[in-house]
């Protein structure tokens, strides 16, 4: 029986666990790096790469990337998959081997280069995302192409929900990728294309805030949804108080031109009925203020709201 490859896996976290776990099943593993990790969570870890003989290294921060070098050194292994793993690897540390490094990235590539493609799909609107699989180079998600696995986006999925879809689906293509290394003489891959090529920064309040006066109700949606729930929803003030929108729905009841962010009714069920500018409503029903996580109905509950404009 072939011997199978041995494969280092970098990680930043819960995101890459089931493919660590099946590619550990299938004997592919020989050492794990975590980076940025919690300490429990990375003494967990620890310990279950002790139980079953497989080197581990935390990687706390950039400077303790100084050892990667030697670590990958002394464990000899024939690729090194990064999954997640949030610190760019040096031309020194990749000098161990040509093709040997290959990303797992949760978007697709050249499109949605960045460290965080899944807020940005959800945001785009897109119908569907991907794992792409690439070789890694000194530049973050540039490296060739090869392969891209499409994965298909509800248009209920939330940041989190897509998060699972994307770990569960990781987990398969991980496999295939090393199934693939084992067997075949040659992995074929293409250079990506620099002319559609777009890198995304990590979000700050500019991108998760609602423009009440620019945005249509399906654009707002996408936005809460796609803050939902690293950001705990989108965000927007009230009355001089930041605030964000946790769950909404669009209601496709006009509203005669009304000031986008005006608060136009609140039903019996206790959702409050936002304007926006394509003359449909949004339906808020959980949001976030300083007082903590609430229903709509709890919120209105101790203040009178109709007429009132968000910002």
């Known amino acids: 029986m072939e011997v199978p490859k041995k494969i280092l896996i970098l990680c930043g976290g819960r995101f890459a666990f089931k493919a660590l776990q099946l590619l550990a099943y299938e004997k592919y593993v020989c050492g794990v790096g975590i980076g940025k990790a919690n300490e429990r969570l990375a003494d967990a870890l620890e310990r279950e790469c002790e139980d079953n003989n497989i080197a581990f290294q935390s990687f706390t921060n950039k400077k303790s990337l100084s050892n990667m070098k030697d670590w990958i050194e002394a464990i000899e292994p024939d690729y090194i998959f990064s999954m997640s793993f949030p610190f760019l690897l040096s031309e020194e540390i990749l000098f161990y081997g040509p093709e040997k490094f290959i990303n797992f990235h949760p978007g697709p590539l050249p499109q949605y280069r960045g460290v965080m493609p899944i807020f940005e799909v959800l945001k785009n609107q897109e119908p569907q995302t991907a ?15 090869i392969y891209s696995d499409p994965v298909s986006i509800d248009s209920k999925d939330t940041y989190g929900t897509l998060t699972v879809k994307l770990s569960n689906r990781l987990a398969q293509v991980a496999l295939n990728t090393a199934n693939m290394l084992q067997f075949a003489n040659k992995i074929p891959s293409i250079p990506q294309d620099r002319s559609k090529a777009y890198y995304y920064e990590k979000p700050d309040l500019s991108d998760t805030y609602i423009n009440w006066k620019r945005m249509g109700s399906d654009e707002i949606i996408a936005l809460i949804n796609a803050c939902n729930p690293w950001n705990v929803g989108a965000d927007f003030s009230f009355k001089g108080e930041q605030a964000k929108i946790v769950t909404a729905k669009i209601l496709k009841e006009p509203h005669n031109n009304t000031l986008p962010g005006t608060i136009l ?24 203020t300083d007082s903590g996580i609430m229903t709509s109905k709890q919120f209105t509950a101790s203040q009178p709201v109709v007429g009132l404009v968000l910002n």
């Open 131 to 145: 794992i792409s699989v690439h070789y890694m180079n000194s530049k973050f998600d540039e490296g060739d192409l």
């Open 265 to 288: 009714s609140t039903c019996e069920n206790g959702t409050i009925n936002v304007a926006c500018c394509d003359n449909n409503q949004i339906s808020i029903e959980i949001l976030k």
